[in-house]
T-cell receptor, first 113, second 117 residues
Framework: DAGVTQSPTHLIKTRGQQVTLRCSPKSGHDTVSWYQQALGQGPQFIFQYYEEEERQRGNFPDRFSGHQFPNYSSELNVNALLLGDSALYLC????????????FGQGTRLTVV | AQKITQTQPGMFVQEKEAVTLDCTYDTSDPSYGLFWYKQPSSGEMIFLIYQGSYDQQNATEGRYSLNFQKARKSANLVISASQLGDSAMYFC??????????????WGLGTSLAVNP
């Protein structure tokens, strides 16, 4: 049973570029949440997708956008990259939004230079 | 404002001994859930244990137990019989369960645990 998978695992981008990160939820899960974890910090909630709609959003600018596909996989897009966007991006999946436990992927480490 | 505080940036413990990682939380909502996650150097967040605000008993999962003191707003993680593989970052997190704000986890800054042989 595959867990949450994220791709790519590492990425280097230049300021001003755009990036797309991908997440496949654990089998049987239908909800995907994205978090940004800067070095030495706890994760910060970006947004959550359920039934192909953004259901809740954290304090992130519109440069951060997402999408959920009919197979429940999800993408996180970041436009006009800033140096401060360098972080580990974590995807979490769950069955419905409110379960007590969320399963996380191994993350995508994004470096903006 | 809702907040999680972990005051121990780093902790050391001898193998086979028990260790307590501190977590305090701040919320005025009566309904919430508290989580502990382990993050090894690989980056993946691994769920350890959950405590609901209305749960009467402290949660336990194998070697992990949660010392939940609601009046003090603390939810400390106790790891018994530490193993070398327990060396990692440990995060405490909270989810509010009121409508409209119940989809996100609020996280602390984490505690780095090193288990010495």
């Amino acid at each position: 049973d595959a867990g949450v998978t994220q791709s790519p695992t590492h990425l280097i981008k230049t300021r001003g570029q755009q990036v797309t990160l991908r997440c496949s939820p654990k089998s049987g899960h239908d909800t995907v949440s994205w978090y940004q974890q800067a070095l030495g910090q706890g994760p910060q909630f970006i947004f959550q997708y359920y039934e192909e709609e953004e259901r809740q959003r954290g304090n992130f600018p519109d440069r951060f956008s997402g999408h959920q596909f009919p197979n429940y996989s999800s993408e996180l897009n970041v436009n006009a990259l800033l140096l401060g966007d360098s972080a580990l991006y974590l995807c979490a999946s769950s069955f419905r939004a409110f379960n007590t436990e969320a399963f996380f992927g191994q993350g995508t480490r994004l470096t903006v230079v | 404002a809702q907040k999680i505080t972990q005051t121990q940036p780093g902790m050391f413990v001898q193998e086979k001994e028990a260790v307590t990682l501190d977590c305090t939380y701040d919320t005025s909502d009566p309904s919430y859930g508290l989580f502990w996650y382990k993050q090894p150097s690989s980056g993946e967040m691994i769920f350890l244990i959950y405590q609901g605000s209305y749960d009467q008993q402290n949660a336990t999962e194998g070697r992990y137990s949660l010392n939940f003191q609601k009046a003090r707003k603390s939810a400390n993680l106790v790891i018994s019989a530490s193993q070398l593989g327990d060396s990692a970052m440990y995060f405490c997190a909270m989810r509010l369960t009121n409508a409209g704000n119940n989809r996100k986890l609020i996280w602390g800054l984490g505690t780095s645990l090193a288990v010495n042989p």
